[in-house]
Every structure is written in structure tokens, then in C-alpha cells.
């Protein structure tokens, strides 16, 4: 079992920045695929980026490349999100998720097994 608590968000102009962290309980953390998602108001919920599970792989959506970096930290049971120049669009809850034991990046929802409750940002224009 991985409990994941997310934290570090909250309200910035547009063009800045902000880091999200994704606080793991469990010894699996390090073994998993990592992922961060986002759901807006009305929306879908979105992949936003992901990370292997010893982090040398990295993939990201289209609309945060270039912009936002995921990293994480095993022996801290530990992940991370960067998020530089945020614009408006960017506003939404971010999602931290872990699963598939040893495998590479996902995009998919379904890779993940456990996620974490939620951390607000909201992005001012």
C-alpha cells in the first residue's frame, strides 16, 4: 500500500512559479512509476507528466513540456513537480499518482493504483 499527500499549491500570477511535492508513505514508492494529473472545473482530468520509477525517464502532456519538470527523490519517498511560467489555463487540482511496479513513464489513469487527495492551484491573469 502508498499513501500519497500532496502539497505546495495554492494562488500565483500568471507567470510564475510554484513546486508541488507528493509526500509517499510505504516502501514501494521507489519502485513505482510516478505520475501528475490535473482536473479543472468541468473538465476531464488530464496527464500532466510522469516519471519512471528510478526517475532517468520523464514524459510529459503537450500543453506543460517545455514548462513543467518532474523529479523525484526515493530515499525521501518523494516526488515532485516544477511548474515555471503558469499561465491562467494551468488552474485546476493537481493529482499525484504511483503504480506499475518497475515499468517505464504513463499517460494512462489506468497505470496508476494509488493517488493522492488533491492540492488547488489556481493561476491569476
Known amino acids: 500500500q502508498v499513501q500519497l499527500v500532496e502539497s505546495g499549491g495554492g494562488l500565483v500570477q500568471a507567470g510564475g512559479s510554484l513546486r508541488l511535492s507528493c509526500a509517499a508513505s510505504?516502501?514501494?514508492?521507489?519502485?513505482?512509476?510516478m505520475g501528475w494529473f490535473r482536473q479543472a472545473p468541468g473538465k476531464e482530468r488530464e496527464f500532466v507528466a510522469s516519471?519512471?520509477?528510478?526517475?532517468?525517464?520523464?514524459y510529459y502532456g503537450d500543453s506543460v513540456k517545455g514548462r513543467f519538470t518532474i523529479s523525484r527523490d526515493n530515499a525521501k519517498n518523494t516526488g515532485y513537480l516544477q511548474m515555471n511560467s503558469l499561465k491562467p489555463e494551468d488552474t485546476a487540482v493537481y493529482y499525484c499518482?504511483?503504480?506499475?511496479?518497475?515499468?517505464?513513464?504513463?499517460?494512462?489513469?489506468?497505470?496508476?493504483?494509488?493517488w493522492g487527495q488533491g492540492t488547488q492551484v489556481t493561476v491569476s491573469s
Open positions: 499518482a504511483a503504480g506499475s511496479p518497475y515499468r517505464s513513464t504513463s499517460f494512462r489513469e489506468a497505470s496508476y493504483d494509488y
Open positions: 510505504g516502501r514501494t514508492f521507489s519502485t513505482q512509476t
Open positions: 516519471s519512471s520509477w528510478g526517475g532517468g525517464f520523464t
